[in-house]
């Protein structure tokens, strides 16, 4: 039986969440689907030609993200890819993906963006994989609680570290931008961004951590890590990277007290980086992944191949689409 390719309607929507139900455990997704107001048009299904149901669905999410020298583009990120189980092996995505295409291009998008753990199902679509990393090891023993003595009491702390607050939104989006004014593949975020898509993929603020100067009480470093089975994931970070030990030790206390044994972090090393490290990991490893690719549409294959291996480029995960 042969698919209608078309691009959704509100009426869909009802079906569109079902189908994202029952393809992820990702309740927020219809949430950041509305964030586009453009969301139909940007949105691709394949229905049954009897019109019964819709078999499969790509979202092309328009975003402005930083080339190789930081200069923002527009770029078609890809997202929210399903497909009913019983309908796969049809090449339904593929079909759907040539619509994004058309349209990106279309749109004036300078390439496109996705991530995904199967590879192989846009390599034929003409998306290629690029290598990005992160640092991996056993959590340091500095992170242990104490067990039979009492602990000696720590110096002062030059950065006292404590949980987020709502009060501190606009202090962490600017330590954000001000961290990424430059970044390759970093993605500008709108106020719906940092009101819907941040906290879909973190949570609350109230569950990240901020460092503070200890004179001027000035917010100093966020940081954002979550548990991912026996170990915790720092996801992002911005601010000032002195402050970095100590929002590492906060973060490796908490990670021991919930029985965690392990650290990953995703934030791109630098001397700052590198040097605070050993406060979280004990055996910190470089672990290269290819889970990103991209696809050239308007600007030259060679430019986004340098804006997504450029030194210090990273997609934080808060930017998923």
């Not at 393809?23 to 299904?45: E, G, I, M, Q």
């Not at 056993?138 to 950065?159: N, R």
């Not at 970044?183 to 951590?209: F, I, K």
Request: charge should be neutral.
């Amino acid at each position: 039986m042969s698919a209608i390719v078309r691009t959704a309607t509100p009426a869909d929507d009802p079906a569109l969440a079902a189908l994202w139900k029952r393809c992820f455990d990702s309740p927020h997704l219809a949430a950041l689907h509305a964030l586009d107001p453009d969301r139909h048009r940007h949105t691709f299904v394949a229905q049954n030609d009897a019109g019964e149901r819709i078999d499969a669905v790509v979202v092309y999410v328009p975003r402005l993200i930083r080339d190789a020298d930081g200069t923002p583009r527009r770029v078609g990120g890809i997202g929210s890819v399903a497909t009913r189980p019983e309908a796969r092996g049809q090449g339904l995505v593929r079909r759907l993906l040539a619509a994004a295409e058309r349209t990106m291009t279309a749109e004036q998008c300078a390439w496109s963006l996705l991530f995904t753990g199967t590879p192989g199902v846009y390599r034929g679509s003409g998306w290629q994989e690029f290598a990005s990393g992160y640092t991996e090891g056993t959590l340091a023993a500095s992170s242990a609680p104490e067990q039979g003595t009492l602990a000696p009491s720590p110096a002062p702390d030059p950065y006292p570290v404590r949980a987020a607050t709502a009060r501190d939104a606009v202090e962490v989006a600017a330590l954000h931008h001000a961290y990424n004014a430059r970044r390759p593949l970093s993605s500008l975020r709108a106020p719906e961004d940092w009101a819907v898509r941040v906290p879909a993929w973190y949570g609350a603020l109230e569950q990240s951590l901020v460092a503070r100067d200890p004179v001027s009480g000035a917010l100093t470093g966020w940081i954002v890590a979550q548990h991912a089975g026996d170990c915790v994931e720092v996801r992002e970070f911005a601010g000032t990277e002195a402050c970095l030990g100590a929002l590492f030790a906060a973060v490796g206390s908490r990670a021991a007290a919930a029985g965690l044994s392990r650290a990953r972090v995703r934030i791109p090393v630098t001397p700052g980086v590198r040097a605070a490290l050993p406060v979280l990991l004990a055996d910190a490893g470089q672990v290269t992944e290819h889970v990103g690719m991209a696809r050239p549409l308007h600007a030259p294959a060679e430019s986004v191949r340098a804006a997504v291996t450029a030194p210090g480029a990273v997609h934080w995960y808060g930017d998923s689409f």
